[in-house]
């Protein structure tokens, strides 16, 4: 007889003012709805490969002017938020505006010349090396007027995609040089994960089986998320003989996770882990032969649909992960994206 594995269950109570649950009348759109949750772990979870991460942004870029000057205006602050193609910051146009002004005057002067000595060549009254250079002259001026158009331009700092302001490093009246590092932008709504990789586990990202790695952040406790494989270096760490992987994690909304905070990375590979999970009857709803759906529970507590496949015994075998959160019961009153809470026991209920 199979013994299902531990699993985790939270059950809670929440009463209206009446007494009676809101669940019970049915989830409307402004409802949180409570629901039952089972935790998918298993007895040898603790024995489960743990590794010390960090957390990078996924694209850090130090935003520089192309020109120097003095900078003018810093349009934001630390921690802002940003989205693509905003103003960030803009140099005193000053020099720049006569200068664009003056090649103006330039290549006008030269065009009115081009056109003249055009006329004067067709009448035969000019040569043709007075009439090219006239029309070098012509080239040379549209060449350092639009020269002059791209420097006044480079006076303007935009974000070359959305994200947060992580540094700034000067102050407006400062004169910047080309290419001085103004800003740090980084974008967090995908994370890097950054640990490394004894040697005997190496072998098993080449493996048969897929390897799952799943994030677990120390300063938020209760928060685990599935993580994408992106890179492993080829040589080891000559100081701890270990492998740098990264990994790579979407930020869920109003998450609070930032780079350089600690976290920890679990592995999960088939050949490590005991046999699957027996789900509860009353978390699966759809069920055709050894195929059923099961309502997984996000990080921001909204529900999914997700199909998972059984085998003859009904152990779960592919489409859960240890750690996820599934809704174990009342699973047909519940709809795609509806937002839950752990539904909690009242002391003495």
Not at 14 to 32: F, H, I, M, Q, Y
Not at 65 to 71: A, P
Not at 147 to 163: D, H, N
Not at 304 to 313: I, M, P, R, S
């Amino acid at each position: 007889m199979r013994h299902w594995p531990s699993l985790l269950l939270t059950l809670a109570v929440s009463l209206a003012g009446s007494g009676v649950s809101r669940a019970e009348t049915g989830p409307t759109d402004n409802d949180v709805t409570p629901v039952k949750v089972f935790i998918l772990e298993q007895t040898g979870m603790a024995d489960t490969p743990r590794f010390a991460a960090r957390i990078e942004a996924g694209d850090s870029t130090q935003l520089a002017f192309r020109t120097g000057g003095q900078l003018q205006t810093l349009h934001v602050h630390m921690g802002e938020r940003v989205a693509k193609g905003q103003l960030l910051a803009e140099l005193d146009p000053t020099d720049y505006r006569l200068n664009l002004e003056a090649r103006e005057a330039e290549y006008d002067l030269a065009r009115l010349g081009a056109e003249r000595a055009r006329a004067l060549y067709r009448k035969k009254l000019i040569s043709e090396d007075q009439y090219d250079t006239a029309q070098t002259l012509l080239a040379t001026r549209l060449a350092q007027l639009e020269q002059a158009r791209e420097q006044l331009a480079f006076c303007r700092l935009v974000a070359p995609y959305s994200g947060n302001i992580a540094f700034t490093y000067a102050m407006p009246s400062e004169v910047v040089a080309a290419h001085q590092p103004i800003l740090n932008l980084q974008d967090l709504s995908r994370l890097e994960i950054r640990f490394n990789l004894p040697p005997r586990y190496e072998p098993l990202i080449e493996g048969p089986d897929p390897v799952r790695f799943t994030v677990e952040f120390d300063l938020l406790p209760g928060i685990s998320l599935n993580a994408e494989y992106k890179e492993v270096s080829l040589q080891p760490d000559p100081d701890t003989n270990s492998y740098p992987v990264t990994l790579v994690v979407s930020s869920p909304e109003n998450f609070s996770a930032r780079p350089g905070m600690p976290a920890t990375v679990r592995l999960h590979y088939p050949t490590l882990l005991p046999d699957g999970w027996v789900l509860p009857p009353e978390a699966l709803f759809e069920r055709v032969g050894n195929a059923a759906r099961v309502w997984r529970i996000d990080g921001d507590m909204t529900i999914h649909k997700t199909a998972v496949q059984l085998d003859g015994e009904g152990v779960v075998r592919q489409g859960l992960n240890p750690g996820d959160r599934i809704v174990a019961a009342g699973v047909n009153r519940l709809r795609e994206g509806q937002r839950v809470r752990v539904w909690e026991r009242e002391e003495g209920l």
